[in-house]
């Protein structure tokens, strides 16, 4: 009896030894490569704060049926997540000490922990920066006698001034290059009168005195876009970067929440797809309708970040599911949030650009969402947009999501007008010389006006577009230095031709294209020579002139004349306004923390 239980025991001691040891043993290290779903969900809590669980560490796969590859690079994909402390939320809802992090203060301000008054030992250090800005050369005056006409392409992005506000808030002074004037001018709206009868968009000028140099004049030219009674259905592709350079609290879990706002504000005949790309692309979402808002939730919870970036991969596989759920005068469109690190990929930068004009001209459309720091590539992301008939927005906080995809919804999706393009002729009766702030990226060649195959800028709906010309009078004595040409030896200077009104300072011309169409519509306005002083010129204008001002400072500019802080200060505040959503207040603290910033700096 005794040996009959001696051999049973031993029976048992190896089936466990061969059996449920090593069972034992792999279920630690399943748990490790695979934990369960995060309690909780990014789009049904409170997106204005940022969840404990948002940077758990370990890898996630995503359920076949809610995942799939597109290419031929093997099987579906893990996006995993190093390990990395949550960040702590600091009373108030003000910023964390974490950089960059978003935080809900209303009215939009600069949180009390980044307020003016408090003076910056020293700027935050970043070692191992790669953010790419593209370089760019100030417009010089011109003479009209020797190149009477302007020509540009309209911009409406917006993302310079909301990256430059996130390196003076993070104390660092923002390259020059990072700083377009035209982006600071258009990320405010300007009270522009309505287009009248079929036009997309109405013209409105005025003419003042320039702040920093009152000796000259300062034009303004406001486009501002039709808006829409009601909205045309939306064929939306998000298009998400999940690579491991997303792995950071102000990149990643901000896109997850800023796509979940705009998930709802989404119809049910809108469709809404995900694609994804980090080592390989592929498709997280299939299309979706717009009233399934859990569906889509669900599939934005379960983003995780790691792995190279496939770039290229990832945005030929967002077109071809935008093309397959194509809608007839529709809005469809791809929207990019990224960091802008392509990395990897099977398309150079040249391919890329080729397969988003080519979409862009059977009608979809790119939007193109940054985020992030230290590595945020603004000149390729800038270029991505331009060409792809699309804004470029930099996300910096939970706020200027809000502003961008809710506030701006509208205008950011729904192209009224493309092709855009401004031809402004001088009268060298009125006119010295003449430069055009801004708009350096956006210069065309003036036989590009009338070539309705140059591509140029869109307007959405509602969108304001602001551009500004400094003007020396003629007669004036000015301490710019004006070009000169040598006389022509073959050719004789054609005389002028007075205008038939002998006040008239210049003629203003624009060309647009409808959304789907591709041959462009003439508009013409002539300015008068009606200047007001800088006091008398109503608020937009003195607000636009005192963001404009800062521009000039920031970018050190030759032409920055007697622009100081406190012009711009006193300018800005005295045209506030109304300020329904608070941006120009924000702007006034904006200029009192770079006032700070570098005073406390000179004197270190």
């Known amino acids: ?21 090593p069972l034992l043993a792999i279920a630690p290290l399943q748990a490790k490569t695979v934990p369960p779903r995060p309690q909780g969900s990014v789009c049904r809590g409170d997106l204005t704060s940022m969840p404990e669980n948002s940077l758990e560490s370990g890898p996630v796969r995503l359920a076949p049926q809610q995942f799939s590859t597109q290419t031929k690079m093997g099987p579906p994909v893990i996006f995993a997540l190093p390990p990395q402390a949550a960040p702590s939320a600091t009373p108030g809802g003000t910023r964390s000490t974490s950089p960059n992090l978003y935080y809900k203060d209303s009215p939009r301000r600069l949180p009390p922990s980044l307020s003016s008054d408090q003076p910056i030992e020293q700027p935050i250090r970043r070692p191992g ?61 300007y009270n522009y009168a309505q287009p009248q009868n079929n036009e997309p968009f109405s013209v409105n000028t005025d003419v003042t005195q320039a702040p920093w140099n009152p000796q000259h004049k300062l034009v303004r030219i406001g486009l501002k876009g039709k808006q829409l009674q009601e909205t045309p259905p939306s064929n939306l592709v998000f298009l998400i970067d999940v690579s491991g350079s997303m792995n950071a609290a102000n990149r990643l879990p901000l896109v997850q929440r800023s796509l979940c706002l705009l998930t709802q504000q989404l119809k049910a005949n809108d469709r809404v797809s995900i694609v994804v790309y980090a080592g390989q692309a592929g498709l997280v979402l299939p299309p979706t309708s717009g009233d399934q808002k859990d569906k889509i939730f669900d599939a934005i919870d379960r983003l995780r970040a790691g792995g ?27 929207i990019l949030a990224t960091d802008g690190d392509f990395n990897v990929g099977p398309s150079s930068d040249g391919e890329m650009i080729r397969l988003i004009e080519s979409h862009r001209d059977k009608g979809v459309f790119l939007t193109v969402l940054g985020f992030g720091m230290n590595n945020y590539k603004d ?69 590009d006006f009338n070539d309705d195959r140059k591509d140029a800028g869109e307007i959405g ?74 006091d008398r010129a109503t608020m937009d204008t003195q607000f636009a002139s005192s963001v404009a001002m800062f521009g000039l400072l920031l970018r050190d500019s030759e032409f920055k004349g007697s622009a100081s802080i406190a012009s711009i200060l006193e300018l800005a505040t005295r045209s506030k306004g109304a300020d329904k959503e608070g941006y120009r207040q924000e702007f006034i603290q904006l200029v009192e923390r770079y006032n700070s ?8």
């Open 1 to 21: 009896m005794n040996l009959v239980k001696l051999l049973v025991l031993r029976r048992l001691s190896v089936f466990l030894l061969s059996t449920l040891f």
């Open 129 to 189: 920066n790669t953010e790419s800005y593209s370089a760019i050369d100030e417009s010089p005056f011109q003479r009209p006698t020797d190149k009477p006409l302007s020509t540009f392409s309209i911009d409406v992005d917006t993302a310079s001034y909301s990256n430059t506000r996130r390196m003076i808030t993070d104390g660092v002074v923002p390259p020059k290059d990072a700083v377009r004037i035209e982006e600071l001018l258009n990320y405010f709206s």
């Open 461 to 534: 709906a509602g969108h304001s577009v602001t551009a500004l010309y400094e003007i020396i009078p003629t007669g004036i004595t000015s301490n710019i230095k004006l070009p000169s040409i040598d006389g022509l030896k073959y050719q004789t200077p054609t005389a002028t031709t007075t205008p038939s009104n002998p006040n008239e300072l210049m003629q203003v011309k624009l060309r647009y294209k409808q959304p789907t169409g591709d041959t462009s519509a003439l508009m013409s306005q002539t300015i008068l020579d009606q200047s007001v002083p800088i």
């Open 597 to 604: 910033m570098t005073r406390n700096q000179s004197k270190s």
């Open 379 to 447: 000149s390729k992301l800038e270029q991505l947009a331009d060409r792809g008939n699309g804004n470029h927005a930099y996300i910096d906080t939970f706020n200027e999501a809000k502003k961008v995809l809710v506030t701006d919804l509208r205008g950011t999706l729904f192209t009224i007008a493309k092709d855009v393009k401004i031809q402004v002729e001088f009268n060298p009766a009125k006119v010295q010389a003449y430069r055009l702030i801004g708009y350096e990226n956006r210069a065309l060649k003036d036989q």
């Open 308 to 334: 190279s970036t496939a770039g290229g991969a990832g945005i030929e596989l967002a077109y071809k599911e935008a093309q397959k759920s194509f809608i007839k005068n529709g809005n469809n469109r791809v």
